[in-house]
């Protein structure tokens, strides 16, 4: 059972990137999967959720509008667009899953948090 992200890198304000998280060993159907970020001396928090099996989707307020999450069921991979990006959005994003949960559970409920963490991708938004 494996996430592994990529697609980080630096990037200056109102920039975009595209990370990727593969995901193996498991049926991504039966979970929600989730992106997360923690900025430095920051709580980690939710950015945007899917369901594995259905196209609903939900987003935190700081990425509505900018950020769109996707799914690539034949590749495997989830996918986090980031446009406009800015500053405040310098993170490390991890991808994450838990099972049979769904979007907004995942990306609004503390007591619901994953319970399989990919190793994280560095984005920093700097001119």
């Known amino acids: 059972v494996q996430l592994v992200e990529s697609g980080g890198g630096l990037v200056q304000p109102g920039g975009s990137l595209r990370l990727s998280c593969a995901h193996s060993?498991?049926?991504?159907?039966?979970?929600?999967v989730g992106w997360f970020r923690q900025a430095p001396g920051k709580e980690r928090e939710a950015v945007a959720c899917?369901?594995?099996?259905?196209?609903?989707?939900e987003y935190s307020l700081s990425a509505q509008g900018r950020f769109t999450i996707s799914r690539d069921d034949a590749e495997n991979k989830v996918y986090l667009q980031m446009d406009s990006l800015e500053p405040q959005d310098t993170a490390v994003y991890y991808c994450a899953v838990r099972y049979r949960t769904t979007p907004r559970t995942l990306c609004t409920s503390s007591a619901h948090w994953p319970d399989l963490w990919g190793q994280g991708t560095q984005v920093t938004v700097s001119s």
């Open positions: 899917i369901n594995g099996r259905w196209p609903s989707t």
């Open positions: 060993g498991f049926i991504v159907a039966d979970y929600g």
